[in-house]
């Protein structure tokens, strides 16, 4: 299994990203999937996950109503539409594939994981 996360940058407050993460060696029908992020010295936190079959979607408070997780099956791909950034988003944001189905918010859950992608916003 392979997940490769790409899309971070540098944005000013207020702006959009939107991140992708192209995943290989597993059906995304069958896995929950998630967005973390890892700001310097905080403990990694979910931001946005998916049960399998896309059923249910689970956001953190500080990201509900600005972030939207979706996936495209026919690419293999999920991505994080992330709008209205706060500085406070600046992190390293990671995607993440879980053998259990079940969408859940913590990380120690998933199986697999790409490499992060640096998100920051400033001005």
């Known amino acids: 299994v392979q997940l490769q996360a790409c899309g971070g940058g540098l944005v000013q407050p207020g702006g959009s990203l939107r991140l992708s993460c192209a995943v290989s060696?597993?059906?995304?029908?069958?896995?929950?999937l998630g967005w973390f992020r890892q700001a310097p010295g905080e403990e990694r936190e979910g931001v946005g996950c998916?049960?399998?079959?896309?059923?249910?979607?689970i956001y953190a408070d500080s990201v509900k109503g600005r972030f939207t997780i979706s996936r495209d099956n026919s690419k293999n791909t999920l991505y994080l539409q992330m709008n209205s950034l706060k500085t406070e988003d600046t992190a390293v944001y990671y995607c993440?594939?879980?053998?259990?189905?079940?969408?859940?918010?913590?990380?120690?859950?998933?199986?697999?994981w790409g490499r992060g992608t640096l998100v920051t916003v400033s001005s």
């Open positions: 993440a594939a879980d053998n259990d189905g079940l969408a859940s918010r913590n990380p120690n859950r998933y199986d697999s």
């Open positions: 060696g597993l059906s995304l029908d069958y896995h929950a």
């Open positions: 998916m049960a399998s079959g896309a059923s249910r979607m």
